[in-house]
């Protein structure tokens, strides 16, 4: 009797358990909703495009090779870079960066911008720190193998860009990409080696992560002063070197300061070398025919029609053709060309989805540009011309 009347009541609890869960709709508090008033999108005139290097290595870094910081600075002045970093292995002189890479009395130019910064070399992974200004590296060095949540704290208290390097492979990058403002999308003139790097970067512009993708030669070996200076290393100064690839930025003015923030804006491509046409992308969002906002900026979709506008400038191959391949939100959209010549540009339409995120960016394949001060480079790049950063609609800044 007792088993009986213990079975009616477990049946009527599963039944009003039933119900109550029937009557309950899930509502995720992460559904997509209408993004808050986006801050207004900067200037597409008022600025100058800078093109420079941003991962570097003298002689401060122990596995580099006939690589002084005169000569990095001077071959950069005789291909007409604007900035560079030299980013030395932090862990090679235990942190202490400030009196070395940057003390160094080569450390000087009177027509390149030199930022402030060092590879953090980690024991789970590699990230480059960038300013404006020089600060306490070594409490970032300090911190190396602690938590995010420290290291991050140290990084907002430092005030500097830290950007992920080579993000896959033997040094990729163990960090949670929460605490940085970029991710190094193409390392040194191998292109074919970024494949994994330019899928995690997707990976996190689809997420809602707001990341700009930058370049950075990571070259450590310079051109020997006598020929019994030579090191087994020595034949990559003729593949990759300064430039390769080449990182520009739209900055509002020629100042340490503004290249580091078109950095973390995301006003940002990358060509294979100096030489290289640099890749452009514009949005008109209302169809007036005037562009109204470029890479790195972040608008919020209408629900109708935008056109977008993919442009080369500098030195392209008269009648050669381009091919430019669209990304939209991850996944290969459309492919476009163009041909080269005065005018290289083509343009495409598409409906940003009006609720939840959307982005668009831009890779060119075509023939490659000569760099003679850097001959081998371009058989490595393959018919690699370069890349925009995205285009966002809908992107939380608050994110």
């Known amino acids: 009797m007792r088993f009986s009347l213990f079975l009616r009541a477990m049946v009527l609890t599963a039944s009003l358990s039933s119900a109550a869960l029937a009557q309950t709709e899930h509502v995720n508090p992460w559904s997509p909703v209408n993004v808050a008033p986006l801050p207004p999108i900067s200037s597409l005139s008022d600025g100058v495009w800078l093109k420079g290097d941003l991962h570097l290595h003298s002689r401060h870094s122990k596995d580099s090779s006939n690589n002084s910081e005169a000569k990095i600075i001077g071959f950069a002045e005789s291909v007409g870079m604007d900035y560079l970093a030299i980013t030395d292995h932090d862990n090679h002189v235990q942190g202490d960066v400030a009196h070395n890479t940057w003390t160094d009395t080569e450390f000087k130019s009177n027509s390149v911008l030199l930022l402030y910064g060092a590879e953090w070399t980690t024991t789970r992974g590699h990230g480059n720190a960038f300013s404006a200004r020089p600060y306490d590296h070594q409490r970032l060095y300090d ?18 860009h ?80 300064v430039g390769t690839p080449t990182t520009w ?68 191959v008269p009648g050669a053709q381009y091919t430019l391949h669209v990304v939209k939100d991850g996944n290969p959209f459309k492919t476009l060309q163009a041909t080269g010549g005065k005018t290289t540009m083509a343009e495409f339409t598409d409906t940003p989805q009006e609720l939840g995120r959307t982005y668009y960016r831009v890779e060119v394949e075509g023939p490659p540009t000569a760099y003679p001060q850097v001959p081998g480079s371009t058989a490595l790049n393959g018919n690699m011309v370069g890349l925009s950063n995205p285009i966002y609609f809908n992107f939380d800044p608050n994110f």
């Not at 191998?190 to 990571?218: C, E, F, P, Q, Y």
């Not at 514009?282 to 608008?299: E, P």
Request: net charge negative; charged share 25%; glycine share 8%.
């Open 249 to 316: 930025v739209y900055a509002k003015e020629r100042t340490l300061q503004a290249v580091v923030d078109a950095l973390t804006n995301g006003r940002v491509a990358v060509s294979a070398n100096p030489y290289a046409p640099r890749v452009e992308f514009y949005a008109d969002l209302d169809q007036d025919g005037k562009m109204d906002m470029m890479m790195g900026d972040d608008a919020k979709a209408t629900g109708k029609p935008a056109t977008f506008r993919i442009q080369l400038t500098g030195n392209t």
């Open 162 to 241: 830290l950007s992920a390097n080579h993000p896959s492979g033997k040094d990729h990058f163990g960090f949670s990409y929460d605490m940085v403002d970029s991710i190094e999308v193409w390392n040194s003139a191998v292109w074919s080696k970024n494949a994994n790097a330019i899928m995690i970067w997707d990976d996190m512009l689809s997420s809602g992560r707001k990341l700009t993708g930058r370049g950075g030669s990571d070259s450590h070996h310079g051109t020997p002063d006598t020929p019994e200076q030579a090191t087994k290393n020595t034949y990559q100064r003729q593949a990759n070197y």
């Open 143 to 160: 911190v190396r193998d602690q938590r995010d949540i420290v290291i991050g704290a140290v990084k907002k208290e430092l005030g500097i």
